[in-house]
């Protein structure tokens, strides 16, 4: 038996070893990222029978396993991609919270000093120095939208190229995957790649912070991974490249494309991005449905304040008796309207021309022509609009779109019919505060006082009052000059207008429509009761003759022309900070709910594949013992063999 009792040493020996081995691997690799816990299998060698008896041989070990459970892994899997998405979406907002308070103080300081420079000016029209300050804190808010413009401009740059480097990152980690696949498959023939199946899992974890992805195993234990559960990105020992390219209808909205193993111009454009997941998942959804939306929104504000500040000012006559040219730029310059259109179709150009600030939403709107009728969404409630067409008439071949129900403050205008499919972005408002301009260059040209101005007879009875404005009609149409002043009476039923001479026909005789009288180029509002005999009369102004107009500027304060008559500038810009302040809070909540449910799960998995040192520290010491004593047992092997040996 002596011999057997050497064998049986060895192999404990020999076991031994290999568990000293597995426990130092195990103590090494504690502070390795994705390293599993090892452990060294033990099982009886086969026995011997003798003597009527079973006898045991000794040990072998079996295998190293890997202390790995695959449920909880992909528990942690789909943690973290929750917890990237959105700890970089609160990252991303955040910067636009920050950013967006900080625009928005210095455009209520400006406005505010806007209006107290145009209080000045109404108090003395004549004082070329209002007038300059006036026009100075116009600039003022000018640059903060300008400023604000190319500050979320520059910002969506910086995403792009974000994007580039993720793309080239997950075909990188994909391509790592798939040697390691190939790797597992050729090494599984001889035993379990514990190393190499942790490296595989630390890649997939890796992935997964990027995109959302599912995986399945193969029986050759290989691993294919799908973005979403749709494309497939690594399939065995091939692995999908991932690309950015210049997005259609805008080149600057770039989309993500698959690109085939070895075959890199076969590609498969991944449709809606933005549900991708993972910290690409969140670039994708801040760049199109926060950022893009938010400079619209924003834009809208310049485009209101443009128009307001222009409409006002057609209404007067600057310090130099002319008629008042635009304050701001204008909103429907060719070039401004052009830049609201985009399409897939290069051979096809459009136009939005703005016709109603008012009714304007600050929202972008897809359009898609299927042959036959237009459909108008918008790309960030999904709300779909009826559209009306009109034209071509001939010999142009234009064609005229227009929302019906509701009216959203705009048209569009197509240079030809769409071919079926053809898809257009229609973005009203984005360029507004890029193109938010002051178009006046000193003070005498603001037209802060009326053109035409009313003057109440005062034997009136009446709580009856007269506004004028001007309206645009063509040259032919205006009210010459040598008709003024009109005088309007009130004959106990009827309104009559008649000119200085008392023009037979009157200019007008009847009640308003909708409390208005339009007569050539004046508009003349009624308002209140008037008593029979009540008389009124209306008449030009020039130089810096009164402060009618100045305090139809002052009255924009205070007035509400947005958002379809329901806010004022202040409201719409408050509004706006409000939606993203609340975005940003409860992303934040988000992030910190997905970072403890990540913690919880992460925390499940190392209990059973985490290295425990004061666990492998008694294991240490256990199988040194273990050794120790199988040695001995050798030993006792040798000297028993010795002396039958020296037996004579």
Same mark, same amino acid.
């Given at each position: 038996m002596a011999v057997d009792m050497y064998q049986t040493g060895v192999s404990g020996l020999l076991a031994a070893q290999s568990q000293l081995a597995t426990t130092g691997h195990n103590i090494a690799n504690v502070n390795t990222e994705g390293f599993s816990r090892q452990r060294a299998e033990q099982s009886t060698t086969l026995h011997m029978y003798?003597?009527?008896?079973?006898?045991? /041989?000794?040990?072998?070990?079996?295998?190293?396993?890997?202390?790995? $459970?695959?449920?909880?892994? *992909?528990?942690?899997?789909?943690?973290?991609?929750? *917890?990237?998405?959105?700890?970089?979406?609160?990252?991303?907002?955040?910067?636009?919270?920050?950013?967006?308070?900080?625009?928005?103080? &210095?455009?209520?300081?400006?406005?505010?000093?806007?209006?107290?420079?145009?209080?000045a000016v109404t108090d003395n029209p004549g004082n070329l120095g209002n007038r300059e300050l006036m026009l100075a804190n116009a600039k003022d808010i000018t640059s903060h939208f300008n400023e604000y413009y190319?500050?979320?401009?520059?910002?969506?740059?910086?995403?792009?190229?974000?994007?580039?480097?993720?793309?080239?990152?997950?075909?990188?980690?994909?391509?790592?995957?798939?040697?390691?696949?190939?790797?597992?498959?050729?090494?599984?023939?001889? &035993?379990?790649?514990?190393?190499?199946?942790?490296?595989?899992?630390?890649?997939? $974890?890796?992935? &997964? $912070?990027?995109?959302?992805?599912?995986?399945? *195993?193969? *029986?050759?234990?290989?691993?294919?991974?799908?973005?979403?559960?749709?494309?497939?990105?690594?399939?065995?020992?091939?692995?999908?490249?991932?690309?950015?390219?210049?997005?259609?209808?805008?080149? $600057?909205?770039?989309?993500?494309?698959?690109?085939?193993?070895?075959?890199?111009?076969?590609?498969?454009r991944i449709k809606g991005s933005q549900a991708l997941g993972g910290e690409m998942g969140a670039l994708f959804h801040y760049r199109d449905q926060i950022l893009g939306p938010n400079l619209s929104d924003m834009g809208k504000v310049a485009i209101s304040i443009a128009d307001a500040f222009n409409q006002v000012q057609k209404q007067g006559v600057d310090l130099n008796g002319e008629v008042g040219k635009n304050f701001f730029t204008d909103i429907n310059t060719s070039e401004a309207k052009a830049n609201r259109f985009l399409s897939s179709n290069s051979g096809m150009t459009g136009a939005v021309e703005i016709t109603d600030t008012a009714m304007l939403t600050g929202g972008e709107y897809k359009l898609k022509y299927d042959g036959t009728d237009y459909k108008l969404t918008d790309t960030t409630t999904g709300k779909a609009y009826d559209v009306g067409?009109?034209?071509?008439?001939?010999?142009?071949?234009?064609?005229?779109?227009?929302?019906?129900?509701?009216?959203?403050?705009?048209?569009?205008?197509?240079?030809?019919?769409?071919?079926?499919?053809?898809?257009?972005?229609?973005?009203?408002?984005?360029?507004?505060?890029?193109?938010?301009?002051?178009?006046?260059?000193?003070?005498?040209?603001?037209?802060?006082?009326?053109?035409?101005?009313?003057?109440?007879?005062?034997?009136? /009875?009446?709580? &009856?009052?007269?506004?004028?404005?001007?309206?645009?009609? /063509?040259?032919?149409?205006?009210?010459?000059?040598?008709?003024?002043?009109?005088?309007?009476?009130?004959?106990?039923?009827?309104?009559?207008?008649?000119?200085?001479?008392?023009?037979?026909?009157?200019?007008?005789?009847?009640?308003?429509?909708?409390?208005?009288?339009?007569i050539g180029d004046v508009q003349i509002n009624i308002k209140g009761k008037p008593e029979q005999y009540d008389q009124f009369v209306i008449k030009q102004a020039k130089g810096s003759g009164n402060n009618t107009n100045a305090l139809a500027f002052a009255d924009i304060q205070n007035k509400k022309w947005l958002d379809n008559g329901k806010s004022t500038v202040t409201d719409s810009l408050n509004k706006t900070a409000v939606e993203i302040g609340g975005l940003t809070k409860n992303q934040r909540v988000k992030a910190l709910a997905t970072e403890a449910s990540y913690n919880q799960s992460y925390d499940r998995m190392l209990s059973t594949s985490g290295v425990n040192l004061d666990e492998e520290a008694a294991n240490l010491l256990r199988f040194q013992q273990s050794y120790m004593a199988s040695a001995r047992v050798v030993t006792v092997a040798s000297e028993t063999m010795n002396t039958l040996l020296q037996i004579r």
């Open positions: 003798s003597g009527a008896q079973f006898y045991g /041989t000794g040990t072998r070990v079996t295998d190293v396993t890997r202390m790995y $459970q695959e449920y909880a892994f *992909k528990d942690v899997l789909i943690n973290n991609t929750e *917890k990237a998405g959105a700890e970089a979406l609160y990252n991303h907002l955040s910067f636009l919270d920050q950013s967006l308070a900080g625009v928005n103080k &210095g455009l209520a300081a400006s406005l505010d000093d806007m209006y107290k420079a145009i209080n190319s500050s979320l401009e520059q910002e969506m740059t910086i995403k792009n190229r974000d994007l580039d480097s993720r793309a080239a990152h997950v075909s990188s980690i994909t391509a790592g995957i798939a040697n390691l696949n190939q790797e597992i498959a050729n090494a599984g023939l001889n &035993g379990s790649p514990n190393d190499l199946l942790d490296q595989r899992d630390r890649l997939i $974890q890796e992935l &997964g $912070q990027e995109v959302s992805i599912t995986t399945l *195993k193969d *029986k050759n234990g290989m691993i294919s991974v799908m973005l979403g559960g749709r494309e497939p990105l690594v399939s065995g020992n091939q692995a999908y490249g991932m690309e950015v390219r210049a997005g259609s209808p805008d080149p $600057q909205q770039t989309e993500l494309y698959l690109t085939a193993p070895g075959k890199p111009e076969l590609a498969t067409v009109t034209g071509p008439v001939a010999p142009s071949t234009e064609l005229t779109l227009a929302v019906l129900d509701p009216d959203l403050g705009f048209n569009i205008t197509l240079s030809e019919a769409p071919k079926t499919n053809d898809e257009m972005l229609i973005r009203p408002t984005r360029q507004g505060g890029n193109d938010l301009e002051v178009n006046l260059n000193t003070g005498d040209q603001i037209a802060a006082s009326g053109s035409v101005m009313v003057d109440a007879n005062k034997d009136n /009875t009446g709580t &009856g009052k007269v506004e004028v404005k001007l309206v645009d009609v /063509t040259p032919a149409d205006k009210i010459d000059e040598n008709k003024y002043p009109l005088s309007v009476k009130f004959d106990g039923t009827n309104y009559v207008v008649t000119d200085k001479d008392g023009s037979v026909p009157a200019l007008f005789t009847g009640t308003p429509t909708d409390g208005a009288i339009t």
